[in-house]
C-alpha cells in the first residue's frame, strides 16, 4: 500500500525550506551590506593615506614638486623635469596644493605616487589608459578598483568643471567614485539610488546636492530639476544602478 506523507511530515519540510529561504535572503542582504560598507572603508583607507602621504613629504601626491628626487625621473614622460633618470620613475607636480587635472598628469601619478610611498597597494602606471597624456581612468590600470564593483574604482582631481550630470559645486581636491568613461575621469553609474542614500545618510546630510559626499545630478539617481536644484533627494524608487559618486574637499 503507498503511503503519503503526513502533515506533521510536511509541516517540516516547510519549515526547512523557509529556513533555507530566509537564510539566503539574509545572506544576500549581508553580503550587500559588506559591499557598501566596502566604499566607505576605502574611501577613509585613502583619504587617511594620502593625509600620512602629505605629512612625510609635505606635499600631495601627484602634486608633489620633488616626487623625481625620491622616485627617479620617467625620462619618456616628463624630460623637462628636474631629477635623475631613475626607476620605478616618476614626474613632478607643481606644487600648487591641487590635484590639477590638466598639469603633469598630477590625476593619475596621484594614484603612482601614493603606491610608490607603500602607503597603498596596487602598481599604477601614472599615464591615462587611452594614451599616456590622455584623461581616461581604468580602475585596476592608473587608479584603484573596489570591492564594491569589479567595473567600479577611485579617481582624483581637483574641482574639474562639473558635466553635465554633476550638481554645479565647488570640489575642490575629491575623489570619485564610478565606472569608466572614455577619454575621461570615473563618472559612469556604480550604484543604485539606495545605495548611494545608505552610504551618504551614513557619512552625511543623507542629500544627493549638499554636503561632502554628492552623486549625479539630473539623471535617474535624483529628481533634482536642475544642477543647481541642492535640495533634491535620491530617487528610492528606481533599483537599477544609475548613481557615481564624489566625496568632495577631502584633503
Known amino acids: 500500500m503507498r503511503r503519503g506523507f503526513s502533515l506533521v511530515e510536511l509541516s517540516i519540510v516547510l519549515v526547512i525550506l523557509g529556513l533555507l529561504v530566509g537564510g539566503i535572503l539574509a545572506g544576500r542582504s549581508l553580503i550587500r551590506a559588506s559591499e557598501l560598507r566596502a566604499v566607505t572603508t576605502e574611501f577613509d583607507r585613502y583619504r587617511t593615506a594620502t593625509l600620512a602621504f602629505k605629512d612625510k613629504y609635505f606635499a600631495l601626491p601627484g602634486d608633489m614638486p620633488n616626487a623625481t628626487s625620491f622616485w627617479g625621473k620617467d625620462s619618456s614622460m616628463c624630460n623637462?623635469?628636474?631629477?635623475?633618470?631613475?626607476?620605478?620613475?616618476?614626474?613632478?607636480?607643481?606644487?600648487?596644493?591641487?590635484?590639477?587635472?590638466?598639469?603633469?598628469?598630477?590625476?593619475?601619478?596621484?594614484?603612482?605616487?601614493?603606491?610608490?610611498?607603500?602607503?597603498?597597494?596596487?602598481?599604477?602606471?601614472?599615464?591615462?589608459?587611452?594614451?599616456?597624456?590622455g584623461w581616461e581612468v581604468t580602475p585596476g590600470i592608473n587608479a584603484p578598483i573596489s570591492k564594491f564593483n569589479p567595473s567600479a574604482g577611485w579617481s582624483a582631481s581637483a574641482n574639474p568643471t562639473p558635466h553635465a550630470s554633476q550638481f554645479n559645486v565647488d570640489y575642490g581636491n575629491a575623489f570619485f567614485f564610478g565606472a569608466k568613461v572614455s577619454n575621461s575621469y570615473l563618472r559612469a553609474p556604480v550604484a543604485t539610488p539606495e545605495n548611494a542614500w545608505n552610504i551618504d545618510t551614513k557619512i552625511d546630510d543623507g542629500n544627493p546636492g549638499s554636503g561632502r559626499f554628492l552623486a549625479n545630478a539630473n539623471n535617474s539617481c535624483t529628481n533634482a530639476a536642475t544642477v543647481n536644484d541642492f535640495s533634491a533627494s535620491y530617487r528610492l524608487n528606481i533599483s537599477t544602478v544609475q548613481c557615481a559618486l564624489i566625496f568632495r574637499k577631502v584633503f
Request: aromatic share 10%; with cysteine; charged share 15%.
Open 80 to 133: 623637462w623635469a628636474t631629477g635623475n633618470v631613475g626607476a620605478p620613475g616618476t614626474c613632478n607636480g607643481n606644487g600648487d596644493g591641487m590635484i590639477s587635472v590638466t598639469s603633469s598628469l598630477e590625476r593619475h601619478r596621484f594614484w603612482q605616487h601614493m603606491s610608490f610611498s607603500a602607503l597603498i597597494e596596487g602598481d599604477y602606471t601614472g599615464l591615462g589608459s587611452d594614451s599616456p597624456s
